[in-house]
């Protein structure tokens, strides 16, 4: 088999990248992914009871880009939704981002009301202030308050989800969490914010329905350089298992989702809970707020964070720290000796955490810059 491109890796990147090669250049792609399925982290399948799953754990697509919104909607129509989080603190669930609606119910009105004031007029209405810039602050009841905040809702959640302090992790990190002097509750604030009315998978099916590519699933690339002959390949998997761990392994942090169906309409009040504290896990997520489906019993994915092993589990989150991000540049240099016939992108081969939005973006301006 003779193709022009190779693409490795059907998630968003390696999707976006072949429907443009084969729609832009007409040039045949074989995209292959060693899952059984395309659409990457992003895949979601019915379960038995009907009901649509995020296999890899919740996705929310919400984005500022027109170009990018406007480039997916060319292949999905949208459902409205706003994703709202709780996080269980001392027994009751107060929202997060943690914002003026948070603090009402976490402290008595009285005290309450004299901190809002306080927040007003220290940050100004509206602000969003990261919470290590808040724990400086002069006033001790606005420092007491961000102190309350990072003990009880930011130290157990980072401390679970990474397997390390917020001191341990870059400040990149650590420093984005905000509080917001507002009660807007919801978790994300960006103009565009939709799930895709018939689901991601439905939405890359008809992303890849394109006489010049064609898709292989439970196929690693290793085991077909052999016999495909190609000009160029875009690899999208982890960039370190490409050059045979030559640097040493990328640290990435994984997951385990527990997907349970219960016999009862909702389970939760919100599409997800955070429990930052005495579980073992981190949040619970009910499928049926985020897809809008209706239906008598409700599936809901917990998620317990756990070290990743090559071979035995998923590459999720690059761990963001300053001696993770040297060791990727060695691995980065070795990619550019080969740009003239492989080109590195997504995830897991710039070793960066991505949204969705972001990756459509990286691969858009993959294929103007050099592809095309
Ligand atoms: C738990 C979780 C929740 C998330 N929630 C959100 C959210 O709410 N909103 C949001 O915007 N983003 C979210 N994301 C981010 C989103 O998943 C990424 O933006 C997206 O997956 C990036 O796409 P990608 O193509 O770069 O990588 P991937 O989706 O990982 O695709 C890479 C593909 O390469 C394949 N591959 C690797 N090696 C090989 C090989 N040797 N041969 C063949 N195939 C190979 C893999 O199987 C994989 O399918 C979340 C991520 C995680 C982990």
């Not at 001790?140 to 309350?148: F, H, I, T, Y």
């Not at 980072?158 to 870059?170: A, M, N, S």
């Not at 990619?335 to 070793?351: I, P, Q």
Request: proline share 6%.
């Amino acid at each position: 088999m003779t193709v022009d491109w190779l693409i490795v890796g059907a998630g968003y990147t390696g999707c976006v990248l072949a429907e443009r090669i084969a729609s832009q250049l007409e040039q045949t792609v074989l995209l292959v992914d060693r899952r059984g399925h395309v659409g990457g982290n992003a895949y979601d399948y019915y379960n038995e009871q009907g009901i649509l799953i995020h296999k890899y754990g919740p996705h929310i697509f919400h984005t500022n880009s027109q170009r990018v919104w406007d480039y997916l909607c060319q292949f999905t129509t949208w459902r409205a939704y706003e994703h709202r989080v709780l996080a269980v603190v001392e027994g009751r669930k107060v929202p997060v981002p943690f914002n003026l609606n948070s603090l009402e119910r976490l402290v008595p009105r009285p005290q309450a009301e004299r901190l809002e004031a306080k927040l007003n007029n220290v940050y100004g209405s509206g602000a969003h202030v990261p919470i290590l810039r808040m724990l400086d602050a002069e006033d001790p009841d606005v420092r007491g308050l961000a102190e309350l905040v990072y003990k009880h809702i930011f130290y157990g959640y980072t401390l679970k989800q990474w397997g390390l302090t917020p001191e341990q992790l870059d400040p990149s990190v650590t420093g984005r969490v905000p509080v917001r002097i507002s009660r807007d509750d919801r978790y994300f604030q960006d103009t565009y914010q939709a799930m895709p009315a018939h689901g991601y998978t439905a939405m890359f099916e008809r992303m890849l329905r394109h006489p010049k590519i064609d898709v292989r699933v439970n196929t690693d690339y290793r085991t077909i350089t052999g016999e495909v002959r190609f000009n160029r390949m875009i690899y999208t998997g982890p960039i370190d298992a490409y050059f045979d761990y030559l640097h040493g392994p990328l640290p990435y942090r994984s997951l385990r989702f527990d997907v349970q169906t219960v016999e009862r309409e909702w389970f939760q009040e919100v599409g997800t809970v955070n429990y930052p504290n005495d579980a073992p896990y981190t949040r619970i997520t009910e499928f049926k707020y985020l897809t809008g489906q209706e239906a008598a019993k409700t599936s809901v994915v917990t998620e317990y964070p756990m070290p990743h092993r090559p071979g035995e589990n998923e590459p999720y989150y690059p761990v963001p720290r300053e001696e993770n991000r040297e060791r990727y540049g060695h691995y980065q240099k070795e990619a550019d000796r080969l740009r003239s016939t492989v080109l590195f992108a997504g995830r897991l081969a710039d070793y960066k955490y991505y949204n969705m939005d972001q990756a459509v973006a990286r691969a858009l301006k993959l294929f103007e810059d050099t592809a095309a």
